[in-house]
């Protein structure tokens, strides 16, 4: 499942309307296995200084931003020219969309913040803005970058494969019968299929996440600055871990938010995910029972909990209005599971379909998260997943599913068949770097909720491990992913102090969080 941030399903969710808007318990799946020793990293790992550029990029020329909100920014947009092909700097080049919001007038400079707001495959262009969002002006000293990645958004060329593929009432995620299980198997192919004969195939050799941080650094180049700061959310923050690992020296201030766990990459990670999730719409469901008065869905979350199984069984053999089928429904209510701000909008779109039968609210939930007629960030993120690592065969997948989706049934099956195109992929996966930041010399802030589903909160401890400089600032008990800066004073004022001074918490003895703050507070109905 894709790792995506506020920029990508919360801000949209909640704008959109006022109705509505992916350890394993013994016998599923091994868990992700212990990361190795610090000593033994280094081995495979590409660490210490970075070599010298083979690539120098043109600088980037700032003109007039198309989007609306860049405009009101006061943003400019350009284009990096950076190769297709880094092993081959003189050939075929691709461009680029970046935005900048200049640093204010008066303030130090700082230098430039890029982010990535997630994924693989979302689009950051407009995430140039985000330091709008940084308290006591902390942020008024960064040019703050946003970045489609290659193939995804406005660069060029961009990645699609089959723009329709998340249609409404599609074949249930639940393989009931035999001809699910073939359908879905078809399906997986048919889209690995269809990539494989895109009209911009040769991008598909070149969207690993080692192509993306190459890119970062012909962007800290082309911008002419010694260093690159970072503000990363869930992906990202594997970009900026492997960005450490290959240019320890270029790393300036980086924020890393919901850390993705740089032993799980990408299988493991998804099987995590299918555990995690349950526990987080769990809770969600709970909530929803404490505000019975308004939801009129029950006052115990088991029982709201298994309501939502019986319909969602119901609409496999009746869909609803509008096509709304078990798999809408579902991916309707992820959006619950990865952040707490999101609650009011589905339970109240819940609400809708369960007390008066209207879906209106629930399918553009699920709009929201997948869209119907775009698959450029489904397209980006196999292309990432399935290349920069090897997964196991389908038949080990489905395997896996059953037994977890036993404990885990929310979004097992779902997240299984999301990433079932793995298995087909027209392009050979390779080996991930060993993620290593010993060389790296400054502080780095390390964000994290400890019930965050999306990039469960081990993968942070592990982060932490592996940077001797990194401090972790916990979220305790809270299940929403990458959501620093949504106002909880604690966290976000430890991040405009790191921002404006370069201070983090003292680092703890331990394995733990070196700082403990409250999680994101639950929204109010």
């Not at 593929?165 to 009931?176: D, E, G, M, S, T």
């Not at 007629?373 to 993120?381: E, F, H, I, Q, W």
């Not at 993968?459 to 592996?466: D, W």
């Amino acid at each position: 499942m894709r790792r995506i941030a506020p920029s990508a399903i919360l801000f949209t969710l909640v704008a959109a309307t006022a109705a509505v808007a992916p350890g394993v318990s013994s016998g599923v799946v091994a868990a992700s296995p212990a990361g190795p020793p610090l000593s033994a990293m280094a081995r495979g790992a590409v660490t210490g200084p970075a070599r010298p550029a083979t690539y120098t990029p043109p600088p980037v020329h700032w003109g007039r931003c198309t989007d609306a909100g860049l405009r009101r920014a006061k943003a400019r947009c350009g284009t990096l020219v950076v190769p297709l092909d880094y092993a081959h700097p003189a050939g075929e080049k691709i461009d680029l969309a970046v935005s900048r919001v200049r640093h204010r007038a008066g303030t130090r400079y700082q230098g430039v913040m890029l982010t990535n707001p997630g994924g693989p495959g979302a689009p950051g262009l407009t995430l140039s803005t985000l330091g709008a969002l940084v308290p006591h002006h902390a942020g008024d000293g960064y040019d703050w970058i946003g970045l489609d990645p290659r193939g995804v958004g406005a660069s060029r060329p961009a990645l699609s494969c089959i723009p329709r593929y998340f249609h409404v009432n599609r074949p249930y995620y639940v393989p009931r019968t035999p001809a699910l299980m073939r359908t879905w198997k078809a399906r997986a192919k048919r889209y690995a299929e269809a990539c494989a004969t895109s009209p911009v195939r040769q991008l598909l050799d070149h969207l690993r996440t080692v192509d993306t941080v190459q890119d970062m650094e012909s962007l800290r180049i082309a911008l002419g600055r010694q260093r690159l700061n970072l503000y990363g959310f869930s992906y990202g923050t594997y970009l900026g871990q492997v960005y450490a690992t290959r240019f320890p020296d270029r790393v300036g201030r980086f924020v890393l938010d919901s850390n993705v766990d740089p032993r799980s990459v990408w299988y493991p990670a998804n099987v995590d995910q299918d555990i995690a999730f349950e526990g987080a719409i769990r809770v969600f469901f709970r909530w929803v029972a404490q505000h019975d008065r308004t939801y009129h869905l029950g006052k115990r979350g088991v029982a709201i909990e298994r309501g939502f199984f019986r319909l969602r069984e119901r609409l496999y053999r009746h869909p609803a209005r509008g096509g709304l089928g078990p798999d809408e429904l579902t991916d309707g209510m992820l959006a619950a599971g990865y952040y707490a701000p999101a609650w009011p909008q589905v339970a109240k779109a819940y609400a809708q379909l369960v007390n008066q039968g209207r879906t209106v609210g629930m399918l553009r939930a699920y709009r929201i998260l997948q869209s119907p007629r775009d698959d450029n960030g489904y397209a980006n993120y196999l292309a990432t997943e399935c290349t920069d690592a090897s997964w196991p065969s389908l038949s080990r997948q489905l395997s896996d599913a059953a037994r977890v989706n036993r404990g885990h049934p929310f979004y097992t099956w779902g997240n299984t068949w999301f990433n079932a195109p793995c298995v087909f992929w027209p392009v050979a996966p390779k080996t991930p770097p060993t993620v290593d930041g010993r060389a790296v010399r400054g502080p780095v802030l390390l964000i994290d909720e400890t019930r965050d589903a999306a990039t469960p909160y081990p993968g942070s401890l592990e982060v932490r491990r592996r940077f001797p400089t990194a401090s972790l600032v916990a979220g305790v008990g809270g299940t929403s992913h990458a959501v620093s800066l949504s106002g909880v004073a604690c966290v976000d004022n430890t991040i405009a102090a790191y921002l404006r001074r370069g201070v983090v918490p003292q680092r703890k003895p331990g394995g733990g969080a070196d700082k403990l703050c409250p999680p994101l507070r639950p929204p109010k109905p």
